[in-house]
């Protein structure tokens, strides 16, 4: 296990992951921040990727956001 493991980081992770397979049911935040944490936190290349696709295309959607 790396440093950065802990049960904190376990439950952020398996709570940001439900939140990225369900994102019709929440709010744009709550998916963008979840996306944040998958891609922070897994070592899974592929679902980084995922993650980083649905923020990306979650804030093109934003108008008014500038980042």
Do not use: N
């Amino acid at each position: 296990m790396s440093p950065r493991d802990s049960t904190a980081d376990a439950d952020a992770l398996w709570y940001a992951r439900q939140v990225v397979a369900d994102a019709r049911d929440h709010d744009d935040a709550t998916v963008v921040t979840a996306c944040r944490t998958v891609e922070a936190q897994s070592d899974d290349e592929d679902e980084i990727d995922l993650a980083k696709r649905l923020r990306t295309f979650i804030r093109g959607s934003w108008s008014d956001d500038p980042s």
